[in-house]
């Protein structure tokens, strides 16, 4: 992460140290997040790379992003305070994003068994712990997943939205509008730039008229 200063804003300033010759610092995390953190990055890279700086998909991206490393690492913010994730919490996460990146609806039964945890148990301490009940935080996923499959890559959007487990169109549709503000055809035409989009081997496409 070449960014030492917005890692001091958001870590204790003890926490690292920023090497003189360098301003790359190196994280790690555990294998088990690893599908996460890449989705993360991903979506953070094509965000970046069409110029969405400013936009609230990039800033909430890396906001996830550093959340995630705060909770590897048990540190937080200037002062050392600490948002620790309950177990069952970082389990009901990792289920809701296997589910959402391979399409498939929420598995309340397996996210139950998984964390040990009634559904209404889940969406106490998803509430508590990430401001978001369960389903809002999936949908909110999802949505994610799609946007970032709208910018990389030719796909249909009918295609997309059933990949990524919309019942309809018209959900993904209103779902996009939520999140962005736009539909997902005006979310695609808006960021690829000038009609180009990017294939899964990161090279430009001009998507077809």
């Known amino acids: 992460?070449?960014?030492?200063?917005?890692?001091?804003?958001?870590?204790?300033?003890?926490?690292?140290?920023?090497?003189?010759?360098s301003r790359v610092q190196v994280f790690t995390c555990r294998e088990s997040q690893l599908s996460f953190v890449f989705s993360l990055f991903d979506l953070l890279h094509q965000s970046l790379r069409t110029g969405r700086h400013g936009e609230p998909v990039s800033r909430v991206t890396l906001l996830e992003i550093l959340l995630l490393l705060g909770d590897e690492y048990h540190v937080y913010w200037r002062g050392g305070n600490r948002l620790a994730i309950p177990e069952e919490v970082n389990v009901a996460l990792q289920v809701v994003e296997t589910a959402v990146a391979s399409g498939g609806r929420l598995p309340i039964k397996l996210?139950?068994?998984?964390?040990?945890?009634?559904?209404?148990?889940?969406?106490?301490?998803?509430?508590?712990?990430?401001?978001?009940?369960?389903?809002?935080?999936?949908?909110?996923?999802?949505?994610?997943?799609?946007?970032?499959?709208?910018?990389?890559?030719?796909?249909?959007?009918?295609?997309?939205s059933a990949n990524f487990g919309f019942s309809d169109r018209s959900q993904m549709d209103k779902a996009f509008?939520?999140?962005?503000?736009?539909?997902?055809?005006?979310?695609?035409?808006?960021?690829?730039?000038?009609?180009?989009?990017?294939?899964?081997?990161?090279?430009?496409?001009?998507?077809?008229?």
Do not use: C, W
């Open 1 to 21: 992460i070449e960014s030492p200063d917005a890692l001091g804003l958001f870590f204790v300033p003890t926490f690292f140290e920023i090497p003189q010759e």
């Open 111 to 160: 996210l139950q068994s998984e964390s040990g945890q009634s559904q209404e148990e889940l969406n106490q301490a998803f509430r508590k712990h990430l401001g978001l009940s369960l389903t809002d935080y999936a949908q909110g996923r999802r949505v994610r997943h799609a946007a970032q499959r709208l910018v990389g890559s030719t796909d249909p959007v009918d295609s997309i």
């Open 177 to 209: 509008d939520g999140a962005f503000g736009m539909a997902p055809d005006a979310y695609r035409m808006k960021f690829g730039i000038n009609g180009v989009a990017m294939d899964a081997g990161g090279k430009d496409t001009k998507t077809p008229a």
